[in-house]
Structure formats: C-alpha cells, structure tokens
C-alpha cells in the first residue's frame, strides 16, 4: 500500500491527532480509511496487555536470565512465545527487548538488559525480533540511547565519545534496525552529540542523522512514556509518536507549529507516513473506507498456564541458571536423597520479577517446596525462612479490616478541593491500595479502618503514602506533608517505594481494635491518568530474625542436604532507582555461613537478578545463580536440582568479588551529565584491561559435565551452512572449534571465541580482548565435535570519528577460543588486509 499517498491525504488535523497517543496504550483509529487502532503493551518480562486487562500474562525469567542461555534459538522461541501473548491479549506492539547495556551492576534495570556485552546483546536480540515480528507483531528496541542510569533518568545527558557510542552502545541498535526492527523508543535521558546536547527525544543528529538517514530506519521513532518536553524541537528532531497520550506536548501546539511554518508539513507527512507502514505491517491498515479490519485473534494462543508455556519458561529458567560451584559432584541431587531443608528468605518469598513497568501478572507461581516433593519423592522436604531480608512488613491481611460499618475494609471517602464529600466507596484488598480517580472534582481521599488485632507480642502497622498525606492512628497524628506531587513518582518509580511511617502498638495481652484515619493526594499524573495509592503494611508478632536463623540453622544440621535459596527483593531491584552498592540485603551472607558450618552439604541458590557479593562463593559445596526465574520458579528449581534439565547457564555479565574492583562503579549523573570515561571497555572488557580478578568471569558456567577443547582453525572464508549463507557478505573468517565432552553424562557447551588486536600499530582505545563469535552445543557423554563459528567483518572494524565510517584495520589478530573469557583453552592467528 502506498502509505506515503495516504497519509499526505489526510486533513491536518487527523494527521496531527494521530502522531499523539489515543490512550496509555493506544493509538488513534481513523475508519475512513480502514485503520483500527493500534495496541501497544510492555515487555520484556512478558507481555502484560493494556489496563483493565485482568487476564495473567506468561511472566518469563528475567531478560538477563535469558541472555544466560547464549542461545539465539531459544530467544526466538521466546520471540514466538511473546507474539502468542501479544495476540492473545489483542496487542500489535511489544515494548521489547531492552538493548542497553549493564553499564555498571548497581543500575536499576540492570535485569531488564540483556547483557554487558554488545555483541551478545546484538545476536540475542536480533534472533527474539525476528521471530516477534514474523508473526505480525512489532518489536519496540529501547531505550535511544545511553539509558544506563535510573538516577534522574529523565534529566541527565550522557557523554560518550563517538568512537565508543558507535563501537559499544549504538551496535545493538544499528544491527536490530538492520534486520528490520519496526519501532524503536526514544529515552528519557539527553546525549551530547555532535554539538548537540538535547533530550533523546528531540536530538536531530541521533534520530534523523544516524537513525533515519544512515541506517534506513522505515520505522516509528516512539517516546518513552511521558518523555517528550518540547513542541517544535521533538518534530523537527526526528520523534514520530508521543506516548502516552491523550494530551502531550504536541496536538494544538503541533497544528499552530505547522501553520506557522515552523514544522513543514512534509515532516508531517513523513511521521504520519512510518505510522501507517506500522499498522499495515501488524494487520491494522487496510487504507479503504469502513474496511475496519479486528484485531487477528484467530490463532488462538495457548493460556500462560497451559502445559507447552508452562514446559518452555521451565526449560528457559533451568537452562539460564549458572553453575558457579560444584565440588564433589554434589550437584545434580540423587534420587537417595532422604531429607532437604529448603532454607532462606527467598524460599520463603520468591522473588520472580524486578520491579517497573516490566511487571506482569502471573497466572501462578510454581512452589519449590512441592516441585521438590514431587522430583524427590523418596526426600523429606522442609520450609524454613532464615529471616527476613525485606525491611517493610508483608501487605496487611484484608481480613484485619472493617469499615465504621462494621463491613468488611475500609471506607474510602472522595473529597473535593474544600474537604466535601463528593462520593463514597468500600475497598476490600488492602494488599493494593492503589485505584484510580475519575471525577476531576476530586483532590483528596480520606481511608477509615479498624483494625483489629489479637493481644501479646510486638505489632506495627506500617503506612507507605504517596504524596501529600496527613495520617492518624487511634487519633493521634502519625505523618503529615503537604507535599503534593505528580507524574514524577511514576517516572522515578518511587511510588513503588515511598517513605513508610511506622506506629508500634503496645506490647500487652490486649485484644486490640487500631482506628485509622488517612487523607491522601490525589496524583494527577498526567497520561497516567489519576490515581490514589498507600502501602499499608502490618507485621505481626513472629520470632525474631535471630530465633529464624537459628531454627534454620537447626533444620539444615538435620537434614540430607541444605538449600539455601537467598537474594535480592522488590525493594532493591526495580526500575526507576539504582542501588546504593552490591550487598545482600538483611542477615543472609550470615545464614550462609551458619548453616553451612551445620551442614557441609550446602547448596546456595542466588535469586537475583543483576550482581550482589556473594563473600562465602568458594567455601560452600555448591552454588547457582538462578536470577529471578519467573513463573516456573519451583519447576525450574527442582529440574536442575535433580539434573532432569542441565544449568547450562553462562553468565552474561561479571560478578564480582569486591565491590572496590567494579570498574564503573555506578555512572551516576554529576552536575547534569553522566560520562563514559572507560570508553569501550565496557563490562568484561574493563576488568580485562584492569588486570582484575572478579569472583566468577563473563562467560563463566560449570555445567554438570566437563569438556575438553581440542582443536582450533581459522579461514578466511565464511563458513558453510544456513547461517554463514544469510550472513556471507559480512562474515570475514571461520573459527571451527573442535572440543569433547569429556564428562559422565549429556551436556551443553557455550562455545565462546574473542579477538585481540594487532599488537602494531597499537590502538590503546581496543579492548584488551572482545567477544567476537560463540555457539551452543549439545553433545553425549565422550563426544567431539566441530562448531563452525562465523566471525563477522564488523567484529574487526572500527570506528574511525575523523572519516565518519567503519575502517578494517589490518594486521594479524589472535583468535581465541574457550569456556569463559577468562579460561581460553585454543589460539589461532589471523592475517586481515
Ligand atoms: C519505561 C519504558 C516502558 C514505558 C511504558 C517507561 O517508564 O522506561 O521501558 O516501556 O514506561 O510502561
């Protein structure tokens, strides 16, 4: 269809309305000409549909854990997996994958990314896009660029010299927009370059220079959500869309712009122009009047819990998991395991998902406790919480609550700008006090409750407002702040983490009835819509996290084996903030050690998604990284306990073992700008160049067999077979590995080749070593094989900022092959002219 022709055909003001968003999550529809609207969702985690939309989505394993894999076909699995869910829940848009890199491991959204590294984060996202976008569902690669900080995200201009912004960040970009990306999301951060430093959505030399000039990007260029600031500049600056809308910067502003002549309505056109390609591409455009075309629900998805999605996000989460440790071959688990002591604040509450707009809701969680029973029928199993690490209390029951009624939960009163009452609700669930304000009149809410609480033992009831507040229990004043705030906590994230204020109820034998009053802000938060939001929290008495540990303790001293399932939680992992440093919350390295001092048969589980410091790594048995695996957390978990799926997770990024060492430390913003001094050396690259020893490497996995590397040769021809056909204009040499698994049982192996530079001229800005090539094998017991594995010519190029291209320096590279980037197990040379 000749989208170019329809679209300078509309009037101005239906070109205008569309280049805004009809909604939080849709576009404007436009019947004259057959265009229905379209729907867009988050991503990467899954894919949650629109508001209102109460169906659970298919929570899969955090993108990092993916990453794990190393295995581009099971990221387009994952791409066909999400474009199931995309139709199912009637969306044409998936705000997916993030490919910006982990930066530095205290970034808050460090588990959305993919990895550290470029050329993994390249080959992992373009194989999910492709399979995505073959259904007729449209990827949205973000975030346009240099998004690595959550620290005033929506302030900063990062700094990056233009060498390393095209070798290092724009790389993932530029290769996605190459295989045919449909949309890509402007950030909220700003980039200086060019002389330009301007918000992302708004930066000329960015949008129209590299991405739509240079690279041919035919997409839409849409902006993160309430990111666009300026009328004029975003439109001629290269933004084609504005989320959410309705509202923005644009619209009426946007139409006097053009009638003034200060955007040219060519530019218009051409937005309006790329918006209609994206319909016709996800089915929604059929550019004739009243041919509306439905939404294409007709293949019919399977359900997040049925048993297919249920098989792939166990495979997914068993096959990300690392093996950072195994002595003895304590691991896998046999079947005469008599009793497991399943230990840790993590086992207790399983932290699936980071936090942000990443978030979907589950249709379940798999408990490990009855995945263990059921995978070792022969085992005992026991629960043991080992303290908590969480510094707020669990959400309050709903079932302590009534209104003055005496009705169950508490009386919501809508108050108007002089206190009157202008309507009344009841809500019942007090785990999520969080609803939305339709009338405009209203300001304010006041939450009455009474709670009632049975006597003895250490009470509080914690409150956790969002905004401005003023809160009474049993009459007397608690909190109060006349702060008022809006759409900014949704872009910080901080209502996902407001300050709590805490009342501690005497500790007698009384039966108690707690009365409490709360007035609460309205937040008009702009697209967002407006909405009112309390955590109310209530911790009950309970043993003590010393009495916890040591009845852990005690557990794991009785018991066959100990695991000890311990991590992050919602409260340090989130979008919209970066944490403080690297440590484990709460007592857990402890309950570590204390129980492995009861039980040398200990397993530690690490629950987390982005790195933490693991001090007591090389004295335990045996260890896994299992990230924040999902809804298949117990499934997974006992599938790689018991070997019946391999860990045969790789990490896709470096742990470290002393925070001192983390090369870029935090890249938090200073007066206004946030500089990338390491240049290249991003991730593993910076540790290689600091001749620093990290706990476990980039690259670096056990598995549960051993392999042996054998051979290596490198031509400079591009190699036979499927791959090297659709890539043999851009691959430059071979590597063909040659190894054996040389262990007791199957396994799989993550091939894994670097380059190193001509050692003349010398180019101090390289890397010491980059990742250039790597390839999953599966092989039996005793086994060899050859892997061919491409290496493309832009793995050597660089990027020459005089010429404003790539050049391919000559000279001889080494070409090095092996387990991880630091155990290199083969050499080879080879001459580039
Ligand atoms: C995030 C995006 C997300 C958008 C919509 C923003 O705050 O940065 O990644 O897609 O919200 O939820």
Request: proline residues 7%.
């Amino acid at each position: 269809m000749d989208t170019a022709a329809l679209a300078s055909g509309l009037p101005l003001d239906e070109k205008i309305a569309l280049l805004t968003g009809a909604g939080t999550w849709v576009l404007h529809n436009i019947d004259a000409i057959g265009l229905r609207t379209v729907t867009v969702s988050d991503g990467p985690i899954g894919v949650r549909g629109v508001d209102g939309d109460g169906r659970p989505s298919a929570q899969l394993p955090a993108p990092s854990a993916t990453a794990a894999t190393w295995d581009v076909d099971l990221q387009a699995r994952i791409g066909t997996l999400m474009a199931g869910e995309a139709r199912r829940k009637g969306v044409d848009v998936v705000l997916a994958p993030v490919v910006n890199l982990q930066r530095s491991p205290v970034g808050g959204r460090h588990f959305e990314c993919l990895s550290e590294d470029p050329f993994l984060t390249t080959r992992l996202a373009v194989a999910f896009i492709d399979a995505l976008q073959q259904q007729g569902v449209a990827a949205c690669i973000k975030h346009f660029i240099a998004n690595e900080t959550e620290t005033d995200r929506t302030e900063y201009v990062s700094r990056i010299d233009e060498r390393t912004l095209r070798e290092v960040y724009l790389a993932p970009f530029e290769a996605v927009v190459e295989a045919g990306v449909w949309t890509i999301m402007a950030a909220y951060n700003g980039l200086s370059l060019e002389g330009v430093d301007a918000t992302a959505t708004e930066h000329g030399p960015l949008l129209n220079g590299i991405l739509k000039n240079e690279w041919g990007f035919d997409g839409v260029v849409i902006s993160d959500w309430l990111a666009t600031k300026n009328t004029v500049e975003a439109a001629l600056g290269g933004l084609d869309l504005v989320m959410p809308g309705p509202g923005g910067p644009w619209g009426e502003n946007l139409t006097q712009a053009v009638r003034d002549g200060r955007v040219p309505i060519d530019v218009i056109d051409d937005k309006v122009a790329r918006i209609l390609l994206l319909a016709e591409r996800v089915g929604a455009l059929t550019g004739t009047a009243g041919d509306v075309p439905a939404f294409d629900a007709t293949d019919a998805s399977p359900e997040p819990d049925a048993p297919e999605v249920r098989a792939l996000l166990t495979e997914l989460a068993a096959r990300s998991t690392v093996v950072l440790r195994n002595e003895g071959a304590l691991l896998p688990l046999g079947a005469d395991t008599t009793s497991v002591a399943l230990i840790g604040p993590n086992a207790a509450k399983l932290f699936t998902q980071g936090g942000g707009s990443a978030f979907v809701r589950a249709p379940l969680v798999a408990d490990p406790v009855a995945a263990l029973r059921a995978a070792l029928p022969a085992a005992s199993v026991s629960l043991h919480r080992g303290g908590v690490s969480e510094a707020g209390a669990p959400a309050m029951p709903s079932e302590l609550l009534s209104t003055p009624d005496g009705a169950p939960g508490m009386l919501i009163e809508h108050l108007d700008s002089h206190g009157a009452v202008v309507d009344t609700s009841v809500i019942t669930d007090a785990a999520h006090i969080w609803f939305d304000i339709l009338d405009p009149r209203v300001v304010d809410v006041r939450l009455t409750t009474d709670v009632s609480v049975a006597g003895g033992g250490h009470h509080a009831i914690e409150f956790a407002p969002v905004g401005a507040h003023r809160i009474e229990v049993d009459g007397v004043l608690l909190s109060e702040s006349g702060a008022r705030v809006g759409s900014e906590v949704v872009l910080n994230s901080s209502y996902a983490n407001p300050e709590t204020f805490t009342a501690t109820l005497p500790d007698d034998d009384a039966d108690r009835v707690v009365h409490i009053e709360a007035v609460l802000q309205v937040v008009q938060a702009d697209a967002y819509g407006d909405f009112v939001r309390l955590h109310l929290r209530y911790r009950e008495p309970g043993l003590s996290v010393e009495q916890e540990i040591a009845e852990a303790v005690a557990a794991a001293s009785a018991s066959d084996v100990a695991v000890v399932v311990i991590g992050t939680n919602p409260e340090t992992e989130s979008e919209g903030w970066d944490r403080p440093n690297l440590d484990l919350p709460g007592r857990q390295n402890e309950l570590v050690r204390r129980v492995l001092e009861a039980n040398p048969r200990t397993i530690v589980i690490v629950n987390a998604g982005a790195p933490v410091i693991l001090p007591w790594l090389d004295e335990v048995p045996a260890a896994l990284w299992w990230w924040l695996p999902g809804q298949e957390a117990g499934t997974s978990l006992a599938a790689v306990l018991t070997g019946a799926v391999e860990p045969s997770g790789r990490l896709p990024w470096t742990l470290p073992a002393d925070e001192a060492d983390v090369p870029v430390a935090n890249g938090l913003p200073v007066d206004g700008f946030v500089d990338y001094p390491e240049g290249t050396d991003v991730g593993h690259r910076g540790w290689d160049r600091h001749g620093l020893t990290p706990a476990r490497e980039f690259g670096y996995g056990l598995g549960y067999t051993t392999w042996e590397y054998s051979g290596i040769a490198v031509t400079d021809a591009p190699a036979s077979g499927a791959e090297a056909a659709a890539g043999a204009a851009t691959t430059l040499a071979t590597a063909s590995i040659t190894l054996a698994n040389s262990g007791p049982r199957a396994g799989r192996e993550v091939v894994q080749v670097y380059l190193e530079a001509p050692a003349e001229p010398a180019d101090p800005q390289r890397p010491v070593r980059w990742l250039a090539g790597f390839a999953v094998v599966d092989a039996e017991p005793g086994v060899e094989i050859t892997v061919d594995i491409p290496l493309a010519r832009r793995s050597f190029e660089i990027w020459s900022t005089d010429a404003a291209t790539w050049r391919l320096p000559a000279g001889t590279y080494r070409v090095v092959a092996g387990r991880s980037s630091r155990d290199l197990r083969l050499e080879a040379a080879l001459a580039v002219s």
